[in-house]
T-cell receptor
Framework: GEDVEQSLFLSVREGDSSVINCTYT??????LYWYKQEPGAGLQLLTY?????DMKQDQRLTVLLNKKDKHLSLRIADTQTGDSAIYFC??????????FGRGTSLIVHP | GEEVAQTPKHLVRGEGQKAKLYCAPIKGHSYVFWYQQVLKNEFKFLISFQNENVFDETGMPKERFSAKCLPNSPCSLEIQATKLEDSAVYFCASSQLDTENTEAFFGQGTRLTVV
């Protein structure tokens, strides 16, 4: 099955770039996803990348995928206080089940 | 509907009581997933359905947890004889899961507190 690992915390200054990293074990995921969870809320899909792509850019978000190293990253440019949340990396294992890492808490301070 | 609707938002049960949670998936989505989030992080997969059929229940505790997705009704997750450790936020997600649409859309969750 899919194991997904993430670092638990990241603290950045407002206006800087944030880079959240994720490693996964199962290379059969067709898509890899980044979700955001704000306090008291559900998961919001931020972006995803198809497994045959290396990079995807979507406004302030850049996703990089290194299939060889099974490493996925999410870069947020010009990080704002509203970006403070928990970010989950997810793959899809076997029977189409989204499998999540433990999430990275992003703290943005002025 | 256009979003996954979970009810109730909050549920408090005494230890040993039954808890029942509901989820209405997005119209047209044939896959439904239930997750349990015990602490702030870590989503534990419980069970998934393809329409009304159980698709994968490898995460489902065998004894006290059950779930259904019946036609023309919201899906449900039921916990018999709740225990303190069942306190968590339970999330439901639905997905279309065809070749072009694989992302899962999540509801806002039901916070279950067992006292």
């Amino acid at each position: 099955g899919e194991d997904v690992e993430q670092s638990l915390f990241l603290s950045v200054r407002e206006g800087d770039s944030s880079v959240i990293n994720c490693t996964y074990t199962d290379s059969s995921s067709t898509y890899l996803y980044w979700y955001k969870q704000e306090p008291g809320a559900g998961l919001q899909l931020l972006t995803y990348i198809f497994s045959n792509m290396d990079m995807k850019q979507d406004q302030r978000l850049t996703v990089l995928l290194n299939k060889k190293d099974k490493h996925l990253s999410l870069r947020i440019a010009d990080t704002q206080t509203g970006d403070s949340a928990i970010y989950f990396c997810a793959g899809v294992r076997g029977s189409y089940i989204p499998t999540f890492g433990r999430g990275t808490s992003l703290i943005v301070h002025p | 509907g256009e979003e996954v609707a979970q009810t109730p938002k909050h549920l408090v049960r005494g230890e040993g009581q039954k808890a029942k949670l509901y989820c209405a998936p997005i119209k047209g989505h044939s896959y439904v997933f239930w997750y349990q989030q015990v602490l702030k992080n870590e989503f534990k997969f419980l069970i998934s359905f393809q329409n009304e059929n159980v698709f994968d229940e490898t995460g489902m505790p065998k004894e006290r947890f059950s779930a259904k997705c019946l036609p023309n009704s919201p899906c449900s997750l039921e916990i018999q004889a709740t225990k303190l450790e069942d306190s968590a936020v339970y999330f439901c997600a639905s997905s279309q899961l065809d070749t072009e649409n694989t992302e899962a859309f999540f509801g806002q969750g039901t916070r279950l507190t067992v006292v």
